[in-house]
């Protein structure tokens, strides 16, 4: 069977190859229009990933269940014109992040079932996260052997189900680790942040390595490491990647064969840092709110044009609609956002954290979406120089096109142009 996309990367850059891989973690449609769009015109593999929270056997917040998104993506791929090999689905933060209120018996079954339905899916880049505490577990920080026998045990899942399975596509391959990023952000208030130790990665893959052997895994499946490398960011701020501080965490890696490193919360990094992660070992990038947040600021361009262009009664109302329903529904947001109110108000719709974004499936939102995108079938060549100005270039050498889903797709790519440069594709 052919080597997996994801060790073949391993093997180059632990050969000192300067070559990595991103990954795209959003179920957002535009964003994967755009993402595979990027993909293709640039001829490199490409990670999507889902989250436990947005799919998953029950349906997560999108509605969307494993084999569904697997459906969905491909469908968009083939639209685009993006070889099903180019592909390579992955779920994220599988474990019980979903249950953490419950006893570790009852949310580690669930967690099974979770990593079989994207197993059975076909997803084959699977990232185990068994570092939250559960209702039973004792007080104090959780012990790394605990996590790592529930990462064995959601490891041994995965693999009894492709093993059954009756078509089997490429044997897929885990991502682990301890010391794993909060998803969407860090809700933190103290803005200080440290790389991983080196002696505690160190620690980390001999017990990860030992509970596994025991459970008769091969380790050898796992393909990378999630580490904090210092970067993060939070509704206002963000550490970009400091080569120096990571030094030591990057010279660990060579006492350890076959794996790279995950970095997660890479968004708004500036070209230059993902490029010296990808040189560090950083070799798989995360990136999501980062995507999103492009995609609302080319809304909100957008909806400034349209303000010019069309008559009031005949408007999308786009940030009204968004603001009404954030307002109608804090669980998203609230427990991010802190400060007076008029700083709240801005976080809202300007927050790096983007919780915008879990709004933007909402009916009335994405009703108001279509309606801005049907007000402007072209953007005026003036109205695309004012807010558009990158595009507006493209549009006069004639590779752009100036109709809305054109000019966001390419506003989105532009930010995944430091990814596909970083990784070594462009």
Same mark, same amino acid.
């Given at each position: ?70 459906? =969905? ?44 339905? %994207? ?7 699977? /990232? ?59 809700? !933190? =208030? ?13 620690? =980390?893959?001999?017990?990860?390595? /030992? ?32 080569? !120096? ?16 490193? @995950? ?8 070209? @230059? ?33 349209? !303000? ?37 108000? %801005? ?33 005026? =060549? ?26 966001? /797709? ?14 070594? %594709?462009?």
């Amino acid at each position: 069977m052919n080597e997996h996309t994801i060790k073949t990367m391993v093997r180059h850059n632990r050969n000192n190859h300067n070559i990595g891989l991103y990954s795209v973690c959003s179920a957002n449609e535009i964003v994967l229009h755009a993402s595979i769009k990027h993909a293709k015109k640039h001829t490199y593999p490409l990670i999507i990933e889902s989250t436990a929270n947005q799919v998953n056997q029950f349906g997560g917040y999108t509605g969307i269940k494993p084999h569904e998104f697997y459906i =969905q993506v491909h469908d968009i791929a083939s639209k685009e014109g993006l070889a099903k090999e180019n592909i390579i689905l992955g779920g994220d933060h599988l474990g019980p992040l979903l249950w953490q209120n419950e006893n570790e018996e009852s949310a580690m079954l669930k967690a099974v079932d979770m990593v079989k339905a %994207y197993t059975l899916a076909g997803y084959t880049k699977i /990232h185990l996260d068994t570092s939250m505490k559960l209702n039973d577990d004792a007080p104090g920080p959780l012990n790394v052997r605990i996590c790592a026998k529930r990462g064995a045990l959601l490891a041994k899942a995965v693999f009894e189900t492709y093993d059954n399975m009756p078509k089997q596509g490429i044997r897929p391959v885990l991502v682990i680790g301890s010391e794993v990023p909060i998803p969407g952000g860090s809700q !933190e =208030q103290d803005k200080s942040i440290y790389p991983t130790k080196a002696n505690d990665f160190l620690r =980390q893959v001999e017990v990860f390595k /030992h509970e596994f052997e025991n459970a008769g895994l091969d380790f050898n499946d796992v393909a990378a490491f999630v580490v904090q490398p210092g970067v993060e960011f939070g509704d206002d701020f963000v550490f970009l990647y400091d080569k !120096e501080k990571a030094k030591d965490l990057s010279q660990a890696l060579n006492k350890v064969d076959n794996i790279v490193f @995950e970095g997660h919360s890479t968004d708004y990094q500036n070209p @230059e840092n993902l490029l010296h992660m990808i040189r560090d070992g950083v070799a798989i990038l995360k990136v999501g709110p980062a995507l999103t947040f492009v995609l609302r600021e080319a809304l909100f361009l957008l909806e400034a044009v349209e !303000e010019i262009i069309v008559a009031p009664d005949s408007r999308s109302n786009l940030k009204k609609t968004i603001l009404k329903e954030m307002d109608s529904s804090k669980k998203y947001w609230e427990k991010y956002y802190s400060g007076t109110t008029e700083e709240i108000e %801005y976080k809202k719709f300007y927050s790096y954290s983007d919780r915008l974004r879990y709004y933007l499936p909402e009916k009335n939102v994405n009703d108001a979406i279509q309606r801005l995108l049907g007000n402007i079938p072209e953007v005026p =060549q003036a109205l695309l120089s004012q807010y558009f100005p990158l595009q507006y270039r493209r549009f006069l050498q004639g590779t752009l096109k100036n109709d809305p889903l054109s000019i966001i /797709h390419d506003r989105i790519g532009d930010l995944l142009d430091g990814y596909a440069s970083a990784c070594g %594709y462009m």
